[in-house]
């Protein structure tokens, strides 16, 4: 599965983007798929996840502002960041879960300055 992640850019405090995450496959069946981020010199760390029946799950860093989707119709994943805070900034990785094996894709930097 190959994973293609964009929507980065740079906003300011309290803004807003939508990242979009596109896979080469269907992703009906697949049934875990989720976000993750990495901040400068940080370990890399889980933001959200959406299963094949939409339940969705937050960390609570984003838990209110941010909104997972996905559209199995058009094989792709969405997150949704609103009222963007700097502690934001980081790179955003798309990954999904297929066969038992990790798929990422190749990030895609989001820039919040304050």
């Known amino acids: 599965v190959q994973l293609q992640a964009s929507g980065g850019g740079l906003v300011q405090a309290g803004g807003s983007l939508r990242l979009s995450c596109a896979a080469s496959?269907?992703?009906?069946?697949?049934?875990?798929m989720g976000w993750h981020r990495q901040a400068p010199g940080k370990q890399r760390e889980w933001v959200a996840g959406v299963t094949r029946r939409d339940n969705t799950n937050y960390a609570n860093s984003v838990k209110g502002r941010f909104t997972i989707s996905r559209d199995n119709a058009k094989n792709m994943m969405y997150l949704q960041m609103n009222n963007l805070e700097p502690e934001d900034t980081a790179v955003y990785y798309c990954k999904v879960l297929y066969e038992g094996q990790a798929y990422w894709g190749q990030g895609t930097l989001v820039t919040v300055s304050s």
């Open positions: 496959r269907a992703i009906a069946s697949i049934n875990l």
